[in-house]
């Protein structure tokens, strides 16, 4: 074994046992590397002039115009969810589909997916489920276990469904990857992957997993022994309807419809998704009528403005009729942000919501400034060359890497988080992958898939650990894991699907397109 080899595996120790330590993962991912490169030069097998790359590496992460998108699309998660918006879209879906518990578990599921596509935050989700669905899940007669296993499972539908501030990240890493990947192996013009390919490659299998989770309850879901059935809830009119699910389902529709279409970079879009949610949560903080008017005409407006941008008129004239009305409209749209943001600062909710996606977006960022360094010092003992030749080593050649790749995040998903992951293993294990002809979309989709059971894997999924600091104490730890086993082997059923069909990840982008 060489002293670089020897350098690699102290490495890869240290940060596990620096995570798993307790220490922040931005100091563990960025601190240790930077110490056996230290220790490394001592003995001859690192040149700490890679280190003078560090920089410059920073300097291109805050200069990234994708990475901007991630603050925003926080921003968006958290307002909406501070905004309270959820109880009544939970409370009108459950009246919906009825008292039964089959008709609460759908109607928890489907609010679920609804609410993914509009936050993806997956912690945010999780608490918000059991403090809203839990006990309206109870009362129905839908037993704990199942009712744990479905708010843990229907959390995590964020991080597959777009937009994903995880889908961001990785297509940010995928695309650098793959694209450096594909020169090495002599493509000099390989197409780039952008998110909007990953966002739409991973609506489908995200309905999908949608699809499964809804047959299994249609399967399994009984009402517990003596648990008495709720009284018949009154009818829903389309009134409340209208007004309940058409704010988000414009709200998403903007965002992803925009991405989708081409007409918006998944930056602006994110922009459109945190004035759209100011909006949304200024509406439900204003008091007046009057104010209430404006943001709702200022929401519409909006929404107009997306669809003239759609329609190609985005850069018509000023003395044009779509011109003039885009103009009308973002005059609109500015005043009724400055109402909506001057109505949630009074109450406190802008700064707090502010101040949360600073802390979510600041631990993002750190993550991803340490997790370059880490590649650098990898790169300079010599890491990629390895891992390339061990890759090319195993049976099965390119699929049987991908075989290998997937189980390490699978494993890794036990102990880690699924930022610390995607900045840590698709440098380092990617290019083994991304070189060959597997469809970099196909590959990342399957990575975000394999990452969503990350977060029910006991012991240590996250989902788990944010349900049981807001769960009742009658619902025991046993109870979560147990419950949660279901689901972690349907999305395991979900991901060997999507392996066996790559189409289902690779159809609609390439209509999309092209």
């Known amino acids: 074994m060489t002293p670089e080899v020897g350098f690699l595996i102290l490495m890869l120790l240290g940060l596990f046992a620096g995570i798993l330590s307790g220490v922040p993962a931005m100091l563990a991912i960025g601190g240790v590397p930077l110490l056996i490169a230290v220790l490394a030069s001592q003995f001859g097998a690192f040149d700490l002039r890679f280190v003078a790359f560090f920089p410059a590496r920073i300097w291109g992460v805050m200069t990234n115009s994708l990475m ?17 918006l959820a109880e009544n879209m939970l409370g009108v879906l459950a009246r919906m589909m009825g008292g039964s518990p089959r008709g609460m578990g759908l109607s928890v599921l489907l609010f679920s997916a609804m609410i993914a596509a509009a936050t993806g935050i997956i912690g945010a989700t999780v608490v918000m489920l059991v403090l809203v669905a839990l006990r309206p899940m109870l009362e129905a007669g ?14 995590t539908l964020g991080q597959i469904i777009p937009p994903s501030v995880l889908l961001v990240l990785l297509g940010d890493q ?21 998110v909007g390919d990953l966002f739409a490659g991973a609506l489908v299998p995200g ?82 009528r009057g104010a209430r008017r404006v943001i709702a005409a200022t929401g519409l407006a909006a929404f107009a403005l997306v669809g003239l941008r ?23 749209i500015a005043a009724g942000v400055i109402v909506a943001a001057i109505r949630l600062w009074r109450n406190g909710m802008l700064q707090g919501a502010m101040t949360e996606t600073i802390r979510i977006s600041g631990m993002v960022f750190g993550i991803v400034i340490a997790a370059s360094l880490l590649a650098l010092v990898f790169r300079g003992l010599g890491g990629e060359a390895l891992v390339e030749n061990l890759m090319a080593q195993l049976p099965g050649g390119q699929w049987g890497a991908l075989a290998v790749v997937m189980l390490v995040i699978f494993l890794l998903g036990f102990i880690l988080e699924a930022v610390e992951i995607i900045y840590i293993v698709v440098p380092l294990l990617g290019p083994a992958i991304l070189g060959t ?38 619902i025991t730890t046993t109870d979560i894991y147990r419950g949660v086993l279901p689901f972690v082997l349907l999305q395991l059923v979900a991901l060997g699907i999507l392996i066996a069909v790559p189409g289902l990840a690779t159809w609609l982008p390439g209509l999309i397109f092209g």
């Open 68 to 84: 901007m998108a991630v603050p925003l699309f926080v921003l968006m998660g958290v307002l909406l969810e501070r905004a309270r």
């Open 142 to 155: 839908i037993p704990k276990r199942q009712a744990s296993g479905l708010i843990c499972a229907s959390g």
């Open 174 to 194: 995928i695309g650098n990857t793959y694209l450096e990947a594909q020169q090495r192996a002599g493509n000099f013009a390989p197409r780039p992957v952008s």
């Open 207 to 288: 309905l999908m997993l949608v699809t499964l989770y809804a047959i299994y309850l249609l399967v399994t879901l009984r009402p517990a022994r003596g648990a008495v059935q709720p009284p018949r809830a009154a009818p829903v009119t389309w009134a409340e309807m209208v007004t309940t699910f058409l704010p988000p389902m414009l709200l998403i529709l903007s965002v992803l419809g925009s991405i989708l279409a081409g007409v918006a970079t998944a930056t602006e879009a994110a922009g459109i998704g945190a004035i759209g949610a100011l909006l949304m949560a200024g509406f439900v903080a204003a008091p007046g």
């Open 310 to 332: 759609m329609a190609g008129f985005g850069r018509a004239a000023l003395d044009t009729a779509p011109g003039a009305l885009a103009a009308v409209a973002a005059l609109l």
């Open 437 to 474: 002809d597997i469809s970099p979309v196909w590959f990342g989709v399957l990575i975000a898939m394999n990452l969503q059971s990350s977060f029910l894997t006991p012991p240590f999924g996250f989902a788990l650990f944010y349900f049981r600091s807001a769960a009742p104490r009658s």
